[in-house]
C-alpha cells in the first residue's frame, strides 16, 4: 500500500517540492548492503541489503538531484554554513562484505564515497552480529515467510530491552529452539560475512572512509559504565589502527531514541569524537545538535517512487503525522 502512496506522491510533484524545501539542510542516506537476491528463503530474507541494480539506479539519481559529499567534508561544511545546496553523504552501517563485491565496484562507477561504520569484533573477530544470529535462527524455522519476518520483529524488539547478559542468554535459547547455530560464515551464512582486511585496504586506497560502530553492536543504554567505554574508545583505535584513519564520527548502534543517552553521548564526546550518527529519520541543519546527526534509512527499498520520497525527507514527515 505505501508504495502505491509514494507513487502517487511523487507524480504529483510533492518529493521534488520536499527537496526543494530542505535543499539548505544536509541528508545523510544509510544502508546495510547490496546483494543480489536470490529467494525468499533465509536469503536476506528482512531484506536488509539491496540488489544491486537498484542501488545503481539510486547512486544516479542521488548523482543528478543532490551534491554529493565526503561524509566528513559534510559535516565540516554543515557546522561552518558553507554547504551547497542540496548537501547528501552515504553511510554504511556494520561492515558487511558485500559493501566491497557489490556496493563499492557501483560507487566507483559513479565517483561516489561513502563512510563505511565498522563492528569492529564482527569485522576484525569474525563474531557474527547478535542480529544476525537472530535472524538466522528465526529465518531457519519451518514457518510462512511472512510469519519469520513478524516473528523476529517480535523477539528483536524484547532482546533489545533486556541487559547485554540477559540478550544473549536468551538468543542462545531462541538458536536452541531452532537447532541451529551460528558459527561461521559458510553455505546460506555467507551473506552475513564481514568484509576482509584486503577490502578495506582496496576500498580506502579509493577514497572511502571508515568509521567506529562499537565492538559488539550492543544497545548501549543498557550496557554497564565500564562496557560502555569500552565498547566506544576500543572500536574507535581498532578502526584507526586497521583502516589506517577513523571518521570523527561515531555511529550508534540501531541508533533510535532508546539506544542511546546522555551518558552515552558523554562517552562519544570524551571519547574524541566530534559528532554522531542516529537512525532517526531526517536531515541536519547548522543547528542539529552534532551528536544527534539524523540518517535516512534505505533498507528494503528498491523501487524509484519510495527512494524519491524517502531521501526527500517527505516520508519521515508522513510517518510523523500519519505513520505511512
Known amino acids: 500500500m505505501n508504495r502505491v502512496v509514494y ?4 507524480l504529483l510533484g510533492l518529493a521534488t517540492l520536499s527537496r526543494w524545501l530542505k535543499r539548505n539542510t544536509l541528508t545523510l542516506v ?6 543480489p537476491h536470490k529467494t525468499q528463503g533465509l536469503y536476506n530474507y528482512r531484506r536488509m541489503f539491496i540488489a544491486p541494480d537498484a542501488f545503481d539506479e539510486q547512486l544516479g539519481y542521488l548523482k543528478k538531484h543532490y551534491t554529493v559529499l565526503p561524509l566528513e567534508e559534510a559535516f565540516e561544511r554543515l557546522h561552518a554554513h558553507t554547504l551547497p545546496p542540496h548537501a547528501l553523504a552515504i553511510t554504511f552501517d556494520d ?7 557489490h556496493a563499492y565496484p557501483i560507487l566507483k562507477k559513479h565517483g561516489l564515497t561513502a563512510t563505511f561504520f565498522l563492528a569492529t569484533n564482527f ?3 569474525k563474531e557474527p552480529v547478535w542480529l544476525d544470529r537472530l535472524k538466522y535462527a ?6 510462512p515467510f511472512d510469519t519469520r519476518v513478524q516473528r523476529y520483529g517480535i523477539a528483536r524488539a524484547k532482546l533489545k530491552k533486556l541487559p547485554e547478559s540477559g540478550k544473549y542468554e536468551r538468543l542462545k535459547a531462541i538458536e536452541s529452539d531452532a537447532g541451529v547455530r551460528f558459527a561461521d560464515f559458510a553455505d546460506d551464512r555467507a551473506v552475513y560475512a564481514p568484509l576482509e582486511k584486503s577490502d578495506i585496504e582496496e576500498m580506502r586506497a579509493g577514497g572511502m572512509t571508515f568509521g567506529a560502530h562499537t565492538e559488539s553492536h ?3 543504554s543498557k550496557v554497564p559504565p565500564d562496557q560502555l567505554k569500552r565498547e566506544i574508545v576500543n572500536s574507535k583505535e581498532i578502526v584507526s ?3 589506517g584513519d577513523v571518521s570523527e564520527l561515531f555511529c550508534y548502534p540501531n541508533g533510535q531514541a532508546e539506544d542511546f543517552n546522555d551518558a552515552v553521548v558523554d562517552v562519544v564526546r570524551d571519547a574524541g569524537f566530534g559528532g554522531a550518527v542516529t537512525t532517526l529519520e531526517g536531515t541536519n541543519d547548522a543547528d542539529s545538535d552534532p551528536y544527534k546527526l539524523r540518517r535516512i534509512t534505505m533498507d528494503g527499498i528498491e523501487d524509484a517512487a519510495t527512494f524519491a520520497v524517502a531521501v526527500s ?10 505513520g505511512v
Not at 7 to 10: A, F, Q, S
Not at 138 to 143: D, N, Q, Y
Open 95 to 101: 561492515g558487511y562484505r558485500n559493501n566491497f563485491t
Open 7 to 10: 507513487y502517487i506522491l511523487r
Open 30 to 35: 544509510l544502508y546495510h548492503g547490496v546483494a
Open 313 to 322: 525527507g517527505l516520508r519521515g514527515f508522513l510517518r510523523g503525522i500519519f
Open 123 to 125: 569485522v576484525f573477530n
Open 241 to 243: 589502527r586497521e583502516c
Open 218 to 220: 550492543p544497545i548501549l
Open 138 to 143: 528465526i529465518g531457519s524455522l519451518p514457518l
